[in-house]
C-alpha cells in the first residue's frame, strides 16, 4: 500500500470540496439563513432580537441552516487538517515501524522512529523526485530508503559507501578506500528475546561510532541474490567481496552483520530511491526507554 498516494488523493478530494464549500455551498447556505430570517422576523416581529426567547429561536435557525452537511464535514472539514499531515509527513518529517533485527543493536524490532525528509534535499511528494539539493548521505548514516528490488517497501541500513567509495569486506572485516574501518570490542549485546549472547563492536565510520553486531574472522560466504544494476562494480570472493560504488549511488548494510539482507547481496541503492535520514526513537510501547537519538 502507497500510503504517500492515499494520502495524497485524499488530499485532492478534501481539497475539491474545501474549494466547493468555499464558493458554492457556504455562500448558498449564507442566502437561504438570510431568507429564512427575513420570514421569521416578518412573521414573528421579532426584529433583531427585541424579544430574548424569539434572539434564541432566531439564532437556532439560523446555525441550523448554515450548518454544514455531514458530507462536507468529512471532507471540506478534513482538509486543513490532511493538508498540515501531508505536508509535515512529505517534507519534515515522516514515521517509520522497525520490522526486523537487521540494524541491532541501534534499533530494537518495535521501534518507532521519525525519518528526516529535508536533510538530504527536498523532494516532490509521491513522484519522490529531488526539486531542492541540501545535502547528500554521508558514511555511517542510517538511512530510509526504498528498496531497489521492489520500491512500494522501504528498508532501513546504514550508509557504509558513498558514490566513488572502494570498499573491501574481508572476513567480515570492513575497508574503505584502502583503510581498515576503526572497530573497537564493545562487549557483549545481549538478545534477552532469545537469551543468547553476541559479540558487539564500536565501529566509526565518519565521525561518530556506532554498534554493530558481528563475528570477525569467521567464513561468510556472500552470494548475490541476482545480477543486479552496475553488478560489474563488484567482485565476490570466497571470504567477502570488493566493490567501487558507482555515482549516484549508494552502498548500506545492517548493523547486525550477520543478519541483514542489504547491498551485499541485492546491489547499491540509487538517489532517486532515498527517503530521509532515521534520527530519533519516539516510541517503543514495549520499553519506554528506548525513546531519543540514536547514531
Known amino acids: 500500500m502507497n500510503f504517500a498516494l492515499i494520502l495524497f488523493l485524499l488530499l485532492l478530494v478534501t481539497f475539491a470540496a474545501w474549494l466547493a464549500d468555499r464558493f458554492v455551498f457556504a455562500p448558498r447556505r449564507v442566502a437561504a439563513a438570510r431568507a429564512a430570517l427575513a420570514q421569521f422576523d416578518a412573521r414573528t416581529g421579532s426584529g433583531q432580537g427585541v424579544d430574548p426567547a424569539a434572539a434564541d429561536e432566531r439564532e437556532a435557525l439560523q446555525a441550523r441552516i448554515e450548518r454544514q452537511p455531514l458530507w462536507l464535514e468529512y471532507t471540506a472539514g478534513l482538509f486543513p487538517v490532511i493538508a498540515i499531515v501531508f505536508g509535515l509527513r512529505s517534507f519534515v518529517a515522516e514515521p ?7 540494524m541491532l543493536p541501534t534499533l530494537f524490532v518495535g521501534d518507532l522512529i521519525l525519518v528526516n525528509k529535508f536533510t538530504y534535499g527536498v523532494r516532490l511528494p509521491v513522484l519522490n523526485t529531488k526539486v531542492v539539493s541540501l545535502g547528500s548521505p554521508k558514511a555511517g548514516d542510517v538511512m530510509v530508503f526504498r528498496y531497489p528490488r521492489d520500491t512500494s517497501v522501504d528498508y532501513i541500513k546504514r550508509v557504509v559507501g558513498t558514490p566513488g567509495d572502494k570498499l573491501l569486506l574481508q572476513d567480515n572485516r570492513l575497508f574503505l578506500n584502502g583503510k581498515p574501518v576503526p572497530l573497537a570490542s564493545a562487549g557483549e549485546f545481549e538478545d534477552r528475546r532469545r537469551l543468547l549472547l553476541y559479540p558487539q563492536y564500536s565501529e566509526t565510520l565518519g565521525e561518530t561510532p556506532h554498534k554493530i553486531l558481528t563475528e570477525l574472522n569467521k567464513a561468510s560466504r556472500i552470494e548475490p541474490m541476482e545480477r543486479f544494476p552496475h553488478f560489474d562494480k563488484c567482485q565476490y570472493r570466497t571470504n567477502g567481496l570488493e566493490c567501487t560504488v558507482p555515482p549516484g549511488h549508494y552502498f548500506v548494510m545492517g548493523d547486525n552483520r550477520e543478519n541483514s539482507l ?3 547481496f541485492w546491489g547499491f541503492v540509487p538517489e532517486e530511491n532515498i527517503v530521509g535520514k532515521a534520527f530519533f526513537i519516539w516510541m517503543n510501547f514495549g520499553d519506554f526507554g ?6
Open 96 to 102: 517509520f515501524k522497525i520490522p526486523s533485527e537487521s
Open 262 to 264: 542489504d547491498s551485499r
Open 290 to 295: 528506548r525513546i531519543g537519538r540514536f547514531q
